[in-house]
């Protein structure tokens, strides 16, 4: 049955899949991917990029930004927002996504946790919203909840303000990636008042009794003026903010589904692991991606029911772009292998 490739092909974004170089192939002789491996080994195509972080996101994030037509310096707040259903309030205004965090406190520096580590629930997010919220009128900078541990702050004046998103910033030093221009210092002031209002308070005392991290900070970033996406992602195991950047029915989305359908994919399986070096869990996860994507996703390639499969697999220094398609899979002569994993230069 003849095919289409342009309309038929199926874009994975895999954060984190690349492994760091100083382990990868330790990583790489525990994964059993048959499938994975002969996505890789027939490519047609593969290309590595080093990443600059000028922009100060990661590049699955620059990758998301470009293929929503957002640009590719993370200004994802006003588009969060419509996905949360706020787009009367995103259309008016410079917003800023407004995220509750926990920072560790060392002798020589502070460091913030990756916000997934929060377990952050809806009575908590917005309990510590209420508390928050009334100073943030009182400066004239209106604050609202979308999800929990998914805030938005309006702030006109502050467009100009250079903010990293939390995944990059997360196990750097803090002091590196916090806010930079003109109101670098207003936002600091903002961040220590909202510090206070939730020091000792009983809902982080009640969540250290639970065993929780306590919120004693948020975090600043995405800001974008009225804007909606111009293109589509569907997303799987993703945050609240990705979450709200795809289609209501492309947020747990499955291989069946974007075979069906063929687009761009976001699998967000492998930040968390790989952000904390839980290598172990990372194993596992690229195991179940196996089963769940890879192997679905290349026996339609064989069937011809997708002309083509584009990985774009990146860790926090650069990207690799591998593309296959059905006839690239005739190339027998070509063993299956996860070698291209490899190619991070």
Same mark, same amino acid.
């Given at each position: 049955?003849?095919?289409?490739?342009?309309?038929?092909?199926?874009?994975?974004?895999?954060?984190?899949?690349?492994?760091?170089?100083?382990?990868?192939? /330790?990583?790489?002789?525990?994964?059993?991917?048959?499938?994975?491996? &002969?996505?890789?080994? %027939?490519?047609?195509?593969?290309?590595?990029?080093?990443?600059?972080?000028?922009?100060?996101?990661?590049?699955?994030?620059?990758?998301?930004? =470009?293929?929503?037509?957002?640009?590719?310096?993370?200004?994802?707040?006003?588009?969060?927002?419509?996905?949360?259903?706020?787009?009367?309030?995103?259309?008016?205004?410079?917003?800023?996504?407004?995220?509750?965090?926990?920072?560790?406190?060392? !002798?020589?520096?502070? $460091?913030?946790?990756?916000? #997934?580590? $929060?377990?952050?629930?809806?009575?908590?997010?917005? +309990?510590?919203? =209420?508390?928050? %919220?009334?100073?943030?009128? /009182?400066?004239?900078?209106?604050?609202?909840?979308?999800?929990?541990?998914?805030?938005?702050?309006?702030?006109?004046?502050?467009?100009?303000?250079?903010?990293?998103?939390?995944?990059?910033? &997360?196990?750097?030093?803090?002091?590196?990636?916090?806010?930079?221009?003109?109101?670098?210092?207003?936002?600091?002031?903002?961040?220590?008042?909202?510090?206070?209002?939730?020091?000792?308070?009983?809902?982080?005392?009640?969540?250290?009794? !639970?065993?929780?991290?306590?919120?004693?900070?948020?975090?600043?970033?995405?800001?974008?003026?009225?804007?909606?996406?111009?293109?589509?992602?569907?997303?799987?195991?993703?945050?609240?903010?990705?979450?709200?950047?795809?289609?209501?029915?492309?947020?747990?989305?499955?291989?069946?589904?974007?075979?069906?359908?063929? +687009?761009?994919?976001?699998?967000?399986?492998?930040?968390?692991?790989?952000?904390?070096? /839980?290598?172990?869990d990372w194993l596992a996860r690229v195991q179940r991606l196996e089963q769940e994507w890879f192997?679905?996703?290349?026996?339609?390639?064989?069937?011809? #029911?997708?002309?083509?499969?584009?990985?774009?697999?990146?860790?926090?220094? +650069?990207?690799?772009?591998?593309?296959?398609?059905?006839?690239?899979?005739?190339?027998?002569?070509?063993?299956?292998?996860?070698?291209? $994993?490899?190619?991070?230069?």
């Amino acid at each position: 049955m003849p095919y289409n490739l342009g309309m038929t092909e199926i874009t994975l974004a895999l954060p984190f899949g690349l492994p760091p170089a100083e382990l990868a192939n /330790d990583l790489l002789r525990a994964l059993e991917t048959p499938a994975l491996a &002969t996505l890789l080994g %027939r490519h047609s195509d593969l290309q590595y990029q080093v990443f600059n972080h000028d922009s100060r996101v990661l590049p699955h994030e620059a990758w998301l930004g =470009d293929t929503l037509g957002l640009g590719a310096d993370g200004a994802f707040a006003t588009a969060c927002m419509r996905g949360c259903g706020l787009a009367a309030e995103a259309s008016q205004g410079h917003w800023f996504l407004l995220q509750p965090a926990y920072v560790q406190i060392s !002798r020589t520096h502070f $460091l913030l946790t990756d916000l #997934r580590g $929060l377990q952050l629930g809806e009575a908590d997010s917005r +309990g510590l919203y =209420d508390i928050a %919220r009334p100073y943030f009128d /009182d400066i004239g900078k209106p604050l609202l909840h979308g999800a929990p541990g998914l805030w938005f702050l309006r702030a006109d004046d502050w467009a100009g303000l250079s903010t990293a998103s939390p995944d990059a910033a &997360t196990t750097q030093s803090m002091g590196d990636w916090l806010p930079e221009g003109e109101h670098a210092r207003a936002f600091r002031k903002l961040q220590n008042e909202v510090q206070m209002l939730w020091h000792e308070h009983p809902i982080n005392e009640a969540r250290q009794a !639970r065993g929780l991290q306590p919120v004693n900070s948020c975090w600043l970033w995405g800001g974008a003026g009225p804007a909606a996406p111009a293109g589509r992602v569907a997303v799987a195991g993703g945050t609240a903010w990705m979450d709200a950047l795809a289609a209501p029915d492309s947020r747990q989305a499955s291989a069946a589904q974007l075979i069906a359908q063929p +687009g761009a994919a976001l699998l967000a399986d492998l930040i968390a692991p790989a952000q904390v070096g /839980d290598w172990a869990d990372w194993l596992a996860r690229v195991q179940r991606l196996e089963q769940e994507w890879f192997a679905p996703l290349l026996a339609a390639l064989q069937d011809g #029911r997708i002309g083509g499969v584009r990985l774009v697999l990146s860790h926090r220094f +650069g990207t690799s772009t591998v593309s296959t398609s059905r006839l690239a899979l005739r190339k027998f002569w070509r063993k299956p292998t996860l070698t291209p $994993l490899l190619k991070q230069s």
